[in-house]
């Protein structure tokens, strides 16, 4: 990825930002100094933005990305991603609301255009084209991509770089212009529904997908085991939180909550719960 300067510049922005965020309404600031991350309480200014409910951080995402986002047989919103904002919005002294289902490629657009939501979390990866559109929180995961296939198949990667070869992904993502850049003449078939892709390489109709490792991982473990990771796609992505350029100080005030999420152990106890494990 050609991202990594742009990246890089935008979360050393991120921090500086942090370190001269006054912290608001009780809550504390997180002053990185040392790896014992010191908390200071400086109530003497306030951090100030903008929200479209008051005292609710309001986000938008599409739901269907387990275990990020998902609803459960309760009917229930929930996810790494779910416990996460909640985790952000307690530290903002805020609640968090998750809006209805919506397509993927419509968050950052969503985001941009304000009014609706506050933020995108929603497993969504920082890249150059979006931070044309809107800025992203400090990265609070990595992840890859995923090629899966149907266990029974036997195709090797350079197979599936073919025109009589289709390849779902879930539009507008990562996974998406993957496929367009590095299996250029293979038939794209971009769906709305992550589950569907996976349905359709299970039942033939396509010969494989692209979707974030985490996420294939989790849901071939859960409810596709004829399906198989074929490669793991090491694309070096991070997850960030989309806020709009026009609210800055709400990314500085969420900057501030994730630095006391990762310090005080709250990253780690969401990991262990969602992955099993903290390495990720
Ligand atoms: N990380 C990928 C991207 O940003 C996929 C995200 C999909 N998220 C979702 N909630 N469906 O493009």
Redesign the pocket.
């Known amino acids: 990825m050609t991202s990594m300067n742009r990246r890089n510049f935008v979360a050393t922005l991120g921090i500086a930002g942090t370190a001269l965020l006054a912290g608001c309404n009780g809550s504390e600031e997180a002053t990185q100094t040392t790896d014992d991350a010191q908390t200071t309480d400086d109530s003497a200014e306030e951090a100030s933005y903008t929200l479209v409910k008051e005292g609710v951080l309001t986000n938008v995402?599409?739901l269907?990305?387990s275990p990020?986002?998902y609803i459960d047989e309760d009917g229930n919103t929930v996810g790494f991603d779910v416990d996460l904002s909640n985790a952000i919005a307690e530290k903002m002294g805020l609640t968090c609301e998750w809006l209805p289902n919506q397509a993927?490629d419509t968050l950052v657009p969503t985001i941009k255009q304000g009014g609706k939501a506050d933020i995108s979390i929603?497993?969504?990866?920082i890249t150059d084209e979006r931070l044309e559109d809107v800025d992203f929180s400090d990265p609070y995961l990595n992840?890859n991509q995923a090629l899966i296939v149907a266990a029974s198949s036997d195709y090797a990667t350079e197979d599936l770089d073919a025109e009589d070869i289709q390849i779902a992904c879930?539009t507008g993502?990562?996974?998406d212009a993957w496929i367009q850049e590095n299996l250029p003449n293979a038939t794209r078939v971009p769906l709305a529904d992550?589950t569907a892709g996976m349905m359709g390489v299970s039942t033939g109709s396509y010969q494989a997908m692209v979707i974030?490792l985490p996420v294939a991982q989790n849901m071939l473990a859960q409810s596709f085991s004829d399906l198989t990771i074929l490669e793991e796609i090491p694309t070096g992505?991070q997850?960030g939180i989309a806020v709009s350029y026009d609210n800055p100080g709400l990314k500085d005030a969420i900057n501030a909550a994730l630095a006391e999420i990762e310090s005080d152990g709250t990253m780690d106890e969401l990991k262990q719960k969602w992955f099993g494990t903290t390495d990720i």
């Open positions: 995402a599409e269907g990305f990020f986002e993927f929603a497993g969504v990866t992840s879930q993502t990562t996974g992550v974030d992505e997850y």
